[in-house]
């Protein structure tokens, strides 16, 4: 008789609104904190998914990423593993910069970001080689110790874009079309032959109503 395949269902957490200094800015390697709406962000997070049932959680080690993560790992009484090859992905000469300055100062279009990235094209950026192997390697950390198992996983936004482009098997160019907002949760079920979005970039916080439910 056929037995189909149980999942592993990947839950992708992006950390909160950061800090308003390094709005618009190619943070990347920076270690900030969250704004004030980031740490409201994170408490509708944690109300959407108390409860849920998760059998392993990840998460990157930068701050915004730990601030993220704390209602939620006080509300489910958990820790999480952290995994430093999720932290996000270094800009090189980009870090820093807002997004309108990046024309002038080095000729390219900031919204073609991950197309610069891919083809090498950012000064002293982490090569793509050395970004896709890293998270692909956490991945595959991760997909081992959580086969057919529920795996929370809170880190960055270009980190959830490579983890799509991987899964997916597409360029990670190509992600471009994925926008991944503040605190937004992406789901996605993993067979061996296929992965399937389920639910994606949803922002829980933006659902609160004034009582606190979603």
């Not at 080689?129 to 390697?137: E, N, P, T």
């Not at 079309?177 to 399937?196: G, K, M, P, Y």
């Amino acid at each position: 008789m056929y037995v189909r395949e149980q999942p592993t269902r990947l839950h992708l957490v992006r950390h909160g609104e950061v800090d308003e200094a390094y709005h618009q800015v190619f943070g990347g390697s920076i270690d900030m904190e969250l704004s004030l709406l980031g740490h409201e962000q994170a408490k509708g997070l944690a109300k959407f998914l108390n409860g849920r049932n998760f059998d392993r959680i990840y998460r990157s080690p930068m701050i915004r990423v730990r601030q993220t993560a704390k209602p939620l790992l006080d509300a489910l009484e958990r820790e999480a593993e952290v995994i430093d090859d999720l932290r996000e992905v270094d800009f090189g000469v980009w870090t820093g910069h807002k997004w309108h300055e990046i024309q002038g100062k080095f000729g390219v279009d900031a919204e073609e970001w991950l197309a610069h990235l891919e083809n090498g094209e950012v000064a002293e950026a982490e090569s793509m080689d050395g970004y896709r192997s890293r998270i692909s390697g956490s991945l595959e950390r991760m997909m081992r110790e959580g086969a057919g198992q529920d795996v929370l996983v809170l880190c960055h936004g270009g980190v959830i874009r490579m983890l799509l482009a991987l899964l997916l098997e597409e360029p990670f160019s190509k992600m471009s079309r994925f926008e991944v907002d503040f605190a937004s949760l992406t789901v996605i079920e993993h067979r061996s032959n296929r992965a399937e979005i389920k639910l994606h970039n949803f922002a829980p916080w933006l659902w609160l109503g004034k009582n606190g439910e979603v």
